[in-house]
């Protein structure tokens, strides 16, 4: 029973970075009906600007600040050069247009930095390990959670409870009324965006402490469990985009400790992605949607 | 019809003579390193054409393409291995692999017919997942597919050997069988665009509400072109995986996607000449690359840009650049074919049409809804709606806006499945049909804003609704006769996209009717229109529902338009019936006015 509790605590710290991008990706479906393959590519510019600044020595707090306000101006800087110039394309050209930015940043750092990963150090605290009654956790895995929760209940507030956040909801829920308002549609795909990107940065950071090192394909890596979460809770759907993140990191967890043998752990990967393959199959719009009827 | 395959036959030779010659030119001239590429280039422009065959065709983007190239390709590196290589290197392979050896035809037909039971697997996944053009659920299943597989291939060392990979797998002897398999894949794509179930899958393509409004089941030729698509990946594969004499599973993993669809996209996936187009552009720009950045070449001031990877980069910015300057690509959806129409014999072009719509006679079928309801999360759109059409009278479905006019049109014609009461069509109990099935059963429709093919002629949009219904042995008007009276004939070779407002309309109406309906559904024929216009579609409406023989269901805000032509009308507000009769009669209606007058 032990076990399970600290397997499941494991799984949530693992969920909580990819609740982060699900719920950015659902918070871009959401005003522009974009699958965002380049919403992990914040999260690579973010590892390499946090990899430079390392040399010079800034606290790893100070970086964990860098590491949210690269991805968030990374996030702005794509929509702006890339996707305003495809807003009205059909999905087709929207999901591609996303996957050559993606395809792009990882290119540039590849060339222009290294194709092998670029390593820094990590604070010292992510490995002590904090008693909570009978349970025995990482403190890291205590952060990752708490700042996880901080982050979402600001979110939570940032939509329910500010005139931004009604703005993107009400063009999330009526997306081609909100393709008529122009200029102001402008403002708030540019807000949801840098949204995204604020979240992203904050996953980035929580990846970061934890992993000490950026390289070309992170940013990839990081995305297809985001983008599966997202797609689990119905994609769109913010709650929904969080639990599915929560979810997938639980899933994993328990699969890498007990379901699969040990001599197959190492395809725990394929079959949690094989596994939500089989979720779209029966439920492809997502655990939590309804399906909405389509005006025609 | 076989002058419909001449010009593509002939296209497809010549587009297959371009192609080797330019291989065996760069050849001819290059070192040897240029044969590698050539090699390379050809198999992969086999490769190009699965893609081009399954997302062209259905509009479904799929990364996961490749990953059917890694089950033929480990079919063929474990059948063809030296017996003794395998003992050495994966001696536990399951079902005594690592004993057997096979001739490379025989591994070839076993690797294929692998890779089509995968493909049937991953084929049933995405139509079970609502596959339709652009689906992202169908994009996610491809891309954990390829993601699964090269785990699979990775960890399951007992068989792979892992990431390292399998050597010594029997080299292909020259290059006639690359050049071949090209040819029968060129000709394949181009016979399958231009096949009736091609057509169908561009309709589904273009729009797949619109497609299963006219009887069109997505799922036949969607299967058929990811079965086609995976047989010639398939192939290419086992060529790819011969000519490297080893396999890995980074082979065909996410580069290799890249590649092929930065391949696909640049010369443009609807058309298999410029993908063809798009293998030697990428080809030519990879190997420039690839050449000027590195060790070799030297450029005072662009040291910075000339450094490894930038072939990458190129890829992305090919794929980025064309998505938003030309997202169709360089040839969009022109074929090489389309060129040569012009000088090949054919029949006599028809210059006049037939006369008119021959006149069959009127069935006495009729259509009715029996309290019929619709709840939309909570709110009631529809309650207890009981209407009836007879077949060859015209009725009007009147009321405010929101009132549930359009509800019960989407509920009749299956699109709002869920829903409370019956729908019965000639005495028979239609109600849990599916759209598609309900279209062929003799219910057409239109939509409010106009849902046409718009990538597909005029003429075809015509006919893929009209072929969909006559392979059912559903008596189906003349498509010709039907384009002369919705004035359309002219300009039957346009694209529909290119045509006017009120010809869009027109055209949507002369497809439902295509498919010989006992029934039309019509939502605002009239809409967006000036008087004149609308006078026109009151004849056009009343015409070919008289020629065809259909009872028409007519909603319309113009009350004129309304009583000019409707013999009886239904009067819906707030999702409930108000009033029925014939027109002049509702008209005087006390509920009705205030209804309108409350409205307006």
């Known amino acids: ?296 | 019809m076989r002058d419909r395959f001449l010009a593509p036959t002939v296209g497809s030779l010549l587009l297959w003579g371009g192609m080797v010659g330019i291989a065996l030119g760069a050849a001819a001239l290059g070192t040897s390193s240029t044969e590698t590429l050539v090699t390379q280039m050809l198999i992969n422009a086999i490769v190009v054409i699965g893609l081009q065959v399954f997302i062209g065709n259905t509009g479904i983007l799929s990364f996961g393409h490749p990953a059917f190239g890694a089950y033929a390709g480990y079919v063929v590196a474990l059948l063809t291995m030296p017996m003794s290589r395998k003992l050495l290197q994966i001696p536990d392979a399951p079902l005594g692999l690592a004993e057997v050896e096979t001739s490379t035809v025989a591994a070839t037909v076993l690797a294929v017919g692998l890779t089509l039971i995968v493909g049937v697997i991953v084929g049933l996944a995405l139509v079970r997942s609502g596959a339709t053009s652009g689906a992202v659920a169908a994009t996610m299943i491809t891309l954990a597919f390829l993601f699964v597989t090269h785990e699979i291939a990775l960890n399951w060392t007992d068989l792979t050997d892992g990431g390292g990979g399998l050597g010594f797998i029997p080299r292909l002897e020259g290059r006639l069988p690359i050049i071949v398999t090209l040819l029968a894949s060129i000709l394949a794509a181009r016979w399958f665009a231009e096949s009736k179930t091609g057509r169908l899958a561009h309709a589904t393509r273009e729009d797949d509400v619109a497609a299963a409004s006219v009887g069109i089941n997505r799922i036949r030729p969607q299967m058929v072109a990811l079965l086609l698509s995976v047989g010639i990946i398939a192939i290419g594969a086992v060529l790819r995986v011969r000519a490297l004499g080893s396999m890995t599973p980074s082979f065909f993993y996410f580069d290799y996607t890249l590649v092929t669809l930065a391949m696909l996209i640049v010369g443009g996936r609807l058309s298999v000449t410029g993908s063809m187009l798009g293998v030697v552009a990428i080809t030519a720009g990879t190997e420039i690359t690839r050449v000027i950045s590195g060790d070799d070449v030297t450029v005072p001031g662009l040291e910075w840009l000339l450094r490894p990877n930038l072939s990458d980069l190129f890829l992305g910015g090919a794929m980025l650049g064309f998505m938003l300057l030309r997202p169709k690509g360089l040839l969009e959806d022109r074929e090489l074919d389309h060129w040569l129409r012009r000088w090949l014999p054919r029949r006599e072009e028809q210059v006049a049409p037939p006369p008119e719509v021959a006149n069959p006679a009127t069935g006495d079928s009729t259509l009715r809804t029996v309290d019929l309801g619709v709840v939309f999360n909570g709110f009631r759109a529809l309650a207890d709606v009981s209407i009836e059409v007879e077949q060859g009278e015209i009725v009007g479905l009147i009321g405010p806006n929101g009132a549930g006019k359009t509800t019960l049109i989407n509920a009749v014609s299956g699109l709002v499945a869920d829903h409370e009461g019956t729908v019965v069509l000639g005495g028979e109990d239609v109600t849990d049909l599916a759209p598609d099935e309900l279209a062929r059963a003799g219910i057409g429709r239109t939509f409010q804003n106009l849902r046409l093919f718009r990538g597909l002629s005029v003429a075809e949009n015509v006919a893929v609704a009209h072929m969909a219904s006559a392979a059912q042995g559903r008596q189906v008007p003349d498509i010709d006769a039907l384009l002369a009276a919705a004035g359309l004939w002219e300009l039957r070779d346009r694209k529909a996209s290119a045509l006017d407002y009120g010809n869009q309309r027109r055209l949507e109406l002369a497809r439902a009717a295509a498919a010989g309906p006992d029934f039309l559904l019509l939502d605002e024929p009239t809409s967006g229109m000036g008087e004149t216009e609308s006078a026109e579609m009151v004849d056009f409406v009343r015409a070919t529902a008289a020629s065809i023989g259909a009872g028409v269901l007519v909603i319309d805000h113009d009350l004129h338009f309304i009583v000019s032509i409707c013999d009886r009308v239904y009067v819906l507000d707030h999702g409930e019936l108000i009033a029925a009769g014939p027109p002049h009669v509702v008209r005087q209606d006390a509920a009705v006015k205030s209804a309108y007058l409350g409205e307006d």
């Open chain 1, 1 to 296: 029973m032990i076990e399970v509790a600290q397997q499941v605590v494991d799984g949530l710290g693992q969920g909580s970075a990819y609740a982060l991008l699900a719920l950015g990706l659902a918070l871009i479906f959401g005003v522009m009906h974009l699958v965002n393959f380049a919403h992990g590519e914040p999260v690579t510019v973010a590892a390499y600007a946090v990899f430079g600044l390392a040399l010079l020595g800034l606290p790893w707090w100070a970086l964990a600040l860098v590491a949210v306000g690269a991805a968030t101006l990374t996030s702005i800087a794509i929509e702006a050069v890339g996707f305003r110039r495809v807003r009205q394309a059909d999905d087709f050209t929207l999901l591609l247009t996303s996957f050559g930015i993606a395809v792009l940043v990882r290119a540039a750092f590849s060339m222009w930095v290294s194709t092998t990963p670029r390593q820094f150090r990590r604070p010292d605290w992510i490995f002590d390990t904090v008693r909570l009654g009978p349970l025995a956790l990482e403190t890291y895995d205590v952060v990752v959670i708490g700042v996880t929760l901080v982050t979402l209940a600001g979110t939570w507030y940032l939509l329910r409870r500010t005139m931004f956040g009604l703005a993107l909801r009400a063009a999330a829920e009526d997306f081609d009324a909100a393709r008529l308002m122009g200029a102001r549609a402008d403002r708030v795909i540019s807000g949801a965006f840098a949204l995204a990107g604020l979240l992203a940065g904050i996953a980035a950071a929580l990846i970061l402490v934890r992993r000490g090192q950026a390289e070309p394909d992170m940013g990839l890596n990081i995305l297809l469990p985001g983008l599966l979460a997202a797609i689990i809770g119905g994609l769109g759907r913010l709650e929904g985009a969080v639990l599915g993140g929560f979810a997938l990191g639980v899933a994993e967890s328990l699969f890498r400790a007990w379901i699969l043998p040990n001599s197959l752990s190492g395809l725990t990967d394929a079959a949690v992605f094989g596994l939500i393959a089989l979720l779209f199959i029966f439920r492809p719009e997502g655990l939590l949607t309804s399906r909405k009827a389509e005006r025609v």
